[in-house]
């Protein structure tokens, strides 16, 4: 069992950049995946990025050179670090982890990306 919560989202500008973090209750090191998930106004949930315990990565075709998960096993911390952000990126931010083939969901941050 894990509690997972999100920070760093916000209003920024066509072509900033935001970090995510999402702090969970637990050693992270060996959660068998740990991702980032979007759910923009009347779209279903789509999944962003994932890291997997052996440090392997995912990503969305819709953020590949853009965004970049990452993990600090030291502070339970996995980061996504958006640059060149869209309009369409906008959207609420979930972190993910998956512990024993349970999903567990933190309670997300919003990320607007508006002129």
């Known amino acids: 069992q894990v509690q997972l919560v999100e920070s760093g989202g916000g209003l920024v500008q066509p072509g900033g950049s935001l970090r995510l973090s999402c702090a969970a209750s637990?050693?992270?090191?060996?959660?068998?995946?740990m991702g980032w998930y979007r759910q923009a106004p009347g779209k279903q949930r789509e999944l962003v990025a994932a890291?997997?315990?052996?440090?392997?990565?995912n990503y969305a075709d819709s953020v590949k050179g853009r965004f970049t998960i990452s993990r600090n096993i030291a502070k339970n911390t996995v980061y996504l670090q958006m640059n060149s952000l869209k309009p369409e990126d906008t959207a609420v931010y979930y972190c993910?982890?998956?512990?024993?083939?349970?999903?567990?969901w933190g309670q997300g941050t919003q990320v607007t990306v508006s002129s």
């Open positions: 993910n982890a998956v512990i024993a083939m349970i999903d567990y």
């Open positions: 637990r050693n992270i090191f060996s959660i068998d995946v």
């Open positions: 890291i997997t315990s052996r440090s392997s990565t």
